[in-house]
């Protein structure tokens, strides 16, 4: 089992950063592929970055490329997603996952993950 606890969402207006943590506990953190996805009020919960179990290769949803950056500290056993630029479109609940590295994955897909986080609210403000 691995419990994951998103912490660092808030208010902020438009044109801001936010920096979102998510941090995990229970089983070795280190062979875990994490992602963060993210649900709007009326939508359908979707993909915004993945990154895998050693960090070495990242994923980003189109809407967010360039604006926000995703790493991890597995020595912290924390993922990050670090939010620039930001648009009242992010505002939406964030959620981080973890699906352990041994398996197929596919970083945009909710469904290849194993564990999911209570989530974080974002409100970017215009």
């Known amino acids: 089992q691995v419990q994951l606890v998103e912490s660092g969402g808030g208010l902020v207006q438009a044109g801001g950063s936010l920096r979102l943590s998510c941090a995990a506990s229970?089983?070795?953190?280190?062979?875990?592929?994490m992602g963060w996805f993210r649900q709007a009020p009326g939508k359908e919960r979707e993909f915004v970055a993945a990154?895998?179990?050693?960090?070495?290769?990242?994923y980003y949803a189109d809407s967010v490329k360039g604006r926000f950056t995703i790493s991890r500290d597995n020595a912290k056993n924390t993922v990050y997603l670090q939010m620039n630029s930001l648009k009242p479109e992010d505002t939406a609940v964030y959620y981080c996952?973890?699906?352990?590295?041994?398996?197929?994955?596919?970083?945009?897909?909710?469904?290849?993950?194993?564990?999911w986080g209570q989530g974080t609210q974002v409100t970017v403000s215009s």
């Open positions: 990154i895998s179990w050693r960090g070495g290769s990242t």
């Open positions: 996952a973890a699906k352990g590295a041994g398996a197929i994955w596919t970083p945009n897909l909710m469904g290849r993950y194993d564990y």
């Open positions: 229970g089983r070795t953190f280190s062979s875990y592929h």
